[in-house]
């Protein structure tokens, strides 16, 4: 054959709109197909995993690689179990600058004070878990499926919602939704999940008082287009609740597990008890203290995905000290503070304090340690958020001025 | 002999005669195939024969040793090779004889018989003799000029059928020889000298080790080039041809006679007639598609190709150096359009074949090419001759690819802004006076707006400036002749995919939109159209403006656009058509209508508001009303678009699609059995899996039916292999949907993903394409396994297979280390792998030890396992 005939067709051929439409059907199917796996997989981790953090337990061996051997999936199936748990609440990143475009992109909620969990409601009974893997209750509830009581009602099926239990009125405040009835919600947007969130909720008695079947009550957090009006309420409103701060959820995002800038804290004086972290004794230290996880070469990091280097110590100090790859150490942050140019960490000014609690999986975030960097020196102030949105404001006036010309 | 007479009467005008002498025909052949061969050689071969029944008895005959069907190919060499080793000799030794007969079409037949002979024994190293007797007809002095010309021929088709490891290096050298002796002009006739050039060419493949010596190297190139200035055209065409082939197989030894060649060409281009021109064009594209190929290996991730640098030669830059004298020379050509012609009509004519070799040029050298075109563009674009200015047009938009990719932004910037000049002069070219300008125009913006249109990118040839002109232009062309307006559709199409995505980007194209639909809907629907190009074209250009439509226009446009494509579609419905042409052309346009429906039910769907999500709800019922009449038109393409858009309103109503099951379950099953069109059968596996992921309990009534065909499907050779994996991913899907009621199938579904998972250990892993199906195979069969684990987790009943799957998990952590895995499917398989060891070791729990105790294997896999996250490996 003449290699001519091979390129008769001499301009380059499109990829057919069909095939197109084909490429994105299959691309749905798959991302659909990984979101049924995930909630499945969760769910089977909230109500498998032991129920406390067994003491026999050795400390998982936290390396990049790891070797995997099936004998071991047992004893695996523990810590790494929990480690992979710890990372599926999607885990907002603290608010270090304000984002663009707050009232059109973003929703506001007063974030409760109390302990995040996950709650998995399935076959009769309902788990809570926090985010170390332990058990905060596991009870009746109206949740599908969630007590005895609605036995033979429809096929069995597992929901999971993305809570705050808040100690004081006994109520688990539900922020986000993963799954219900066995439908996985996380390919779907924050705007659509709180929607349903609340549609759902309503469908069941689970906002009502605490009863037989029922021992908690939930109670939906409200949240709002992050408007003027929408801030003042979260940060300034009426809650039953105590308040830690507030939470803003992009609209668009996923439910994206473990720490996504999509979902962003903040908090002042006015709207939190905790705005400056405290020592085990409850006070303030004089220098903020960071906790940072050791690598293999020596350097010192944050929890991020990809991790922030902040320091690398020195290897005859690691190696005097006995400390391992993946240890978690505390520092404190010296007079030197931390040098920041171009909006990159340049240097930071760290003193070795000591190894940290063996309670805590992760190290800090990047977000965490600068937010309360600035806390103790110049914070982000309601204010600035207030600018922001008006200025946001203007900027849309702007454009639509422009598209008008 | 009453073959004669069969073989005759097998060509009689009467059908009855024929049908009979067919069948007597096969009846021999049935009763005894060896004498069957034989006799039908020595009727090929003797003279006294009629033409008539020896050609036939040719064709039969190679017909009963090739056919393209590959599985029938296989059965025909297999059985060819059980024949007696003695028949073989006698019918091999008749045709070789009838290379010297007197009748010229004798001869060339069993020239393509011997070939195929050769194809099957020559490999099995069955026919040692072959190539020293077919040499042994070039020595002989008393040779006639006939057979040293069908032994020629034979040698060339012999080498086409062939490949390399199936010839000794000396028999190689004897064929070289043989054919170069051929092309001597002082010893041979013109018949003999073309036959050995046609040889040469199929004999290139095996000269690697002639062309890595200089001497042998430059003796044959040396008689190519010659050759290439023979008198006859035919001859010289074959000498380029063979020149175009070395361009491709021996670009790194190119250079010595690279000044040589290029001055062969150029010459040949600029002034020999237009066979000959083609094939000296087609020189300077392969080069270029080898320097492309160089570029690409450059660019390549070096990790995931270590093995590959060695293997690399040299990049000589031929194109690059030579762009100043050779970029004039194709721009003339591009001069040479004949009337009247479509420059889309598929016709290869120089022009043709000219602008093809641009762009491959343009992709070759990149930048630096457009400061060559443009003064050409300029200069012709407004000349009273329109074959300057069609010529003009399509020299930019030739270019335009090649110039753009791996260019920064920078570049980019000022390529815009440079492009941005001609704007006007093209959509000024929108009202040409002639067919083709427009035409060629149209195209062309369509190419600057798919290379230099990017918002998102920050980089775009329009402004808020030029835009309200652009789409001025757009829609009004959309009404010219169906030729123009099926190019516009297309720039409106990639006009559109700028903005997709684009957030605040897009905002100052918005405002257009709803005029661009009123005039994709008004092309679509032209009474003047003979067929459907523009049609689709319309449509098609409708989906992608639908996609790039913002959040806050697009529940507003759908409503409106929504009814419109019910209504034509309805209306495809109700029209009673006979003709197969006119089903043919309604089936085309409710394939396009469904494409259109999928896309607006993906937008809904992917919305963030349930307002807008509530439009599918209430259009469901007739939507699938309208899907479900469609089908009854039965043609296979209607049928995956229908399935396509069906998957998606599943994906869409969730557990309210119940209620359509009980009426379209039919056609699920036939979707699923259509073997023939398999792209339909894997829709359809598609489609089962966004049904049953939407219905989870309520599928169960349906799942024996369904898990039957599919199981049925796996098991069977007829289905293109493809379709496999989805089916397996989708036994993943059923398992998850509907829990424990799947335990039922496990024990026929779990043996078959054994058997798949058995064939991926046997799979040759030397083949590229074979590795990527077997990655590709043992993902889905992962995805099936977790499926199926975490469905039936409660009842445990896939304890009994958990040391198989840890096998094959084995199997495929050892297998890693050893090849590489394709790129883009280690990520994925590394995916799926961590995923289905998570789902067995919580399906095993605290039993783990007891069950895998004895087993001493210990595997290691580097960035797989429990601790890391599915989604950092997505």
């Known amino acids: ?405 | 002999m009453e073959i004669t007479q069969y073989l005759l009467s097998a060509q009689s005008a009467d059908a009855r005669v024929r049908t009979e002498a067919e069948s007597n025909l096969r009846k021999f052949q049935e009763q005894n195939l060896p004498a069957f061969l034989l006799l039908l050689s020595v009727e090929l071969a003797n003279n006294e024969k009629p033409v008539e029944s020896r050609r036939l008895a040719g064709i039969v005959l190679k017909n009963l040793l090739d056919v393209k069907d590959s599985a029938t190919k296989k059965h025909l060499a297999q059985q060819w090779m059980a024949i007696d080793i003695a028949f073989k000799s006698q019918i091999k030794s008749w045709l070789l004889q009838t290379l010297g007969s007197s009748v010229p079409e004798a001869r060339r037949t069993s020239a393509q018989v011997l070939a195929k002979v050769a194809s099957i024994d020559v490999p099995q190293k069955q026919w040692p003799e072959l190539i020293g007797h077919l040499l042994n007809n070039m020595i002989q002095r008393d040779s006639s000029a006939d057979l040293k010309q069908s032994t020629l021929e034979t040698l060339g088709y012999v080498c086409e059928e062939i490949s390399h490891p199936d010839l000794q290096q000396d028999e190689v050298n004897s064929v070289l020889t043989a054919v170069i002796q051929g092309m001597n002009l002082a010893e041979n006739s013109s018949e003999v000298r073309l036959a050995a050039t046609r040889a040469l060419c199929n004999a290139l493949e095996f000269a690697q080790t002639n062309f890595e010596n200089e001497t042998e190297r430059t003796y044959i190139m040396k008689m190519i080039c010659e050759t290439a200035l023979s008198k006859e055209v035919e001859v010289r065409q074959a000498a380029f041809e063979c020149l175009a082939s070395i361009a491709s197989m021996y670009y790194s030894v190119l250079g010595t006679y690279m000044q040589a060649l290029f001055e062969l060409t150029s010459n040949a281009v600029k002034g020999d007639v237009e066979p000959v021109a083609l094939q000296a064009i087609e020189f300077w594209s392969s080069i270029c598609e080898k320097e492309i190929e160089l570029q690409k290996y450059k660019t390549a991730d070096r990790n995931c190709w270590d093995s590959l640098p060695d293997f690399v030669p040299p990049h000589s830059r031929f194109i690059e150096k030579s762009r100043i004298s050779l970029i004039p020379i194709l721009l003339e050509i591009l001069l040479m359009q004949e009337e009247n012609v479509s420059q889309y009509d598929n016709i290869w004519n120089i022009s043709m074949a000219g602008k093809k070799c641009l762009e491959l040029v343009a992709q070759t050298v990149g930048f630096v090419i457009v400061p060559l075109v443009i003064p050409f563009v300029v200069a012709n674009r407004v000349k009273p001759d329109w074959h300057c200015r069609e010529a003009a047009v399509f020299a930019l938009g030739a270019i335009i690819e090649g110039s753009t990719i791996y260019q920064d932004l920078g570049v980019l910037l000022k390529y815009c802004e440079l492009v941005r000049e001609l704007i006007d002069d093209l959509l000024f070219l929108m009202n040409d006076e002639n067919n083709q300008v427009k035409e060629t125009t149209a195209w062309t913006l369509g190419r600057i707006f798919e290379f230099l249109h990017s918002p998102v990118g920050g980089f775009s040839v329009i402004t808020s400036d030029n835009l309200p002109r652009v789409v001025d232009i757009l829609v009004k062309s959309v009404k010219d002749a169906p030729n123009v307006a099926t190019k516009v559709c297309r720039a409106i199409y990639t006009l559109a995919e700028g903005y997709e995505e684009a957030g605040m980007h897009s905002s100052f194209f918005m405002p257009y939109i709803p005029r661009i639909i009123e005039s994709l809907l008004f092309a679509a629907s032209r009474a003047d159209l003979d067929d459907l190009k523009l049609t689709s074209a319309a449509y098609e250009s409708l989906n992608e403006v639908v996609r790039c439509s913002s959040s806050t226009e697009a529940p507003q446009i759908i409503r409106e656009l929504l009814s419109v494509i019910l209504e034509r579609l309805s209306q495809t419905l109700e029209r009673q058509i006979v003709s197969s042409d006119g089903k043919e052309k309604q089936a085309d346009l409710q394939a396009s209508l469904c494409g259109v429906l999928q896309v607006i039910i993906e937008k809904v769907s992917s919305a963030d508001d349930l307002e807008t999500r509530s439009i599918m709800l209430t259009q469901a019922d007739q939507m699938m009303f309208l899907f479900l009449n469609v089908f009854s038109c039965r043609s296979s393409t209607v049928h995956e678009e229908a399935m396509l858009a069906i998957g998606a309103l599943a994906h869409a109503t969730g557990s309210e699609f119940g209620k359509y099951l009980p009426e379209l379950y039919k056609y699920l099953k036939r979707g699923l059995q259509n073997f023939k069109d398999y792209q339909a059968c894997s829709v359809t596996v598609g489609v089962v899996g966004d049904i049953v992921r939407a219905l989870k309990y309520k599928v169960v009534p349906y799942c024996d039916g369904i898990m039957q065909i599919l199981l049925t499907n796996l098991s069977s050779e007829a289905l293109d292999r493809s379709v496999k994996p989805p089916i397996f991913s989708v036994i993943g899907d059923i398992a998850l949907s509907i829990d424990e009621n799947f335990q039922k199938y496990v024990d026929s579904a779990v043996p078959m993903m054994q058997r798949a998972a058995e064939l991926c250990a046997q799979m040759d892993s030397n083949d590229d394409e074979l590795l990527e199906y077997g990655s590709q195979l043992k993902c889905s069969i992962f995805e099936a396994y977790s499926g199926i684990l975490r469905g039936t987790k409660k009842s445990k009943i896939m304890m009994p297979y958990a040391q198989l799957l840890y096998e094959f998990i084995g199997f495929v952590l050892k297998e890693k280390d050893r090849y590489h895995v394709p790129i883009g499917w280690d990520i994925l398989l590394r995916k799926a792998l961590a995923a289905v060891m998570d789902d067995l070791a919580d399906l095993l729990g605290t039993n783990s030890k007891t069950l895998f105790g004895d087993l001493t294997a210990r595997v290691t896999y580097t960035g797989a396992c429990l601790q890391s996250d599915c989604d950092n490996l997505k």
């Open chain 1, 1 to 405: 054959m003449a290699p001519s005939d091979l390129r008769r067709p001499y301009k380059r051929p499109q990829l057919s709109d069909q095939q197109r439409r084909r490429e994105l059907s299959l691309k749905r199917q798959e991302q659909s197909r990984d979101a049924e796996l995930q909630a499945r997989r969760l769910a089977s981790t909230l109500l498998s995993l032991p129920p406390e953090q067994q003491p026999s337990d050795p400390e998982p061996e936290p390396s990049s690689s790891t070797d995997y051997d099936l004998r071991d999936a047992s004893k695996l199936k523990g810590p790494a179990a929990r480690k992979w748990f710890a990372k599926q609440l999607m885990l907002p990143e603290w608010m270090i600058d304000v984002p663009h475009r707050l009232p059109h992109d973003w929703y506001v909620l007063p974030r409760p004070a109390g302990r995040r969990c996950f709650v998995v409601s399935s076959d009769g009974t309902t788990i809570s878990r926090q985010r170390n893997g332990t058990v905060l209750h596991r009870f009746p509830s109206a949740l599908p499926h969630g007590s005895r009581n609605r036995d033979g009602s429809g096929p069995p099926s597992y929901s999971i919602l993305d809570c705050i239990f808040h100690e004081m009125d006994q109520t688990y405040y539900v922020i986000d939704m993963v799954c219900w009835k066995n439908y996985s919600y996380y390919n779907c947007s924050t705007e659509f999940r709180f929607t349903w969130l609340k549609e759902k909720l309503a469908e069941t008695k689970a906002c009502d008082p605490p009863s037989y079947y029922h021992k908690y009550r939930f109670s939906l957090v409200p949240w709002s287009r992050c408007d003027l009006a929408g801030l003042h309420n979260a940060y300034a409103g009426e809650v039953p609740f105590i308040k830690d701060g507030i939470l803003f959820y992009n609209k668009h995002a996923h439910y994206q597990p473990g720490n996504t800038p999509l979902a962003l804290v903040w908090k002042d004086e006015h709207c939190s008890q905790y705005v400056i972290d405290t020592d085990s004794k409850g006070q303030v230290p004089s220098h903020q203290q960071v906790v940072l996880e050791l690598q293999d070469d020596g350097k010192v990091t944050t929890s991020d995905d990809p991790p922030v280097v902040f320091s690398c110590l020195n290897l005859d100090f690691i190696q005097q000290s006995g400390l391992q790859s993946g240890c978690l150490l505390r520092f404190a942050i010296g007079d030197g503070g931390l040098t920041i140019v171009d909006g990159k960490l340049e240097r930071a000014d760290l003193h070795y304090v000591g190894t940290s609690n063996r309670a805590r999986a992760f190290a800090d975030t990047y977000s965490k340690i600068m937010f309360q960097s600035m806390a103790r020196g110049s914070p982000l102030r309601i204010d600035d958020l207030v600018a922001s949105i008006s200025s946001s404001d203007d900027e849309a006036d702007t454009l639509d001025v422009e598209m008008a010309v």
